[in-house]
């Protein structure tokens, strides 16, 4: 199994920062790739960025510019800088895990952390 925690997020003005992390214990020696996934209410999960054990990096169209998404390998922990944040920021986040092993993909998620940008 894998665990992965989460810390940051919170409430925050329009054009602010936040940062949020994600640690990764357990069954990570196959963790090919982290990432960050959010959700808000009425809408699907969406990829917000993700990075391999590579440092290849991904992000959504919408945060390009404004997120930087880095990793720890030594830590096993991925931190997200988000920038110039917007009100269609908000969501709840949630950190992502996937694991290849054995021939199969498995994803692993945090218990989600909200995300407010609001006046």
């Known amino acids: 199994q894998v665990q992965l925690v989460e810390s940051g997020g919170g409430l925050v003005q329009p054009g602010g920062s936040l940062r949020l992390s994600c640690a990764a214990s357990?069954?990570?020696?196959?963790?090919?790739?982290m990432g960050w996934y959010r959700q808000a209410p009425g809408n699907q999960r969406e990829l917000v960025a993700a990075i391999t054990s590579g440092g290849i990096t991904n992000y959504a169209d919408s945060v390009k510019g404004r997120f930087t998404l880095t990793r720890d390998n030594d830590k096993n922990t991925i931190n997200l800088q988000m920038n110039s944040l917007k009100p269609e920021d908000s969501a709840v986040y949630y950190c992502n895990g996937r694991v290849f092993a054995k021939g199969i993909t498995s994803d692993y998620w945090g218990q989600g952390t909200q995300v407010t940008v609001s006046s």
């Open positions: 357990g069954r990570i020696a196959n963790m090919y790739q």
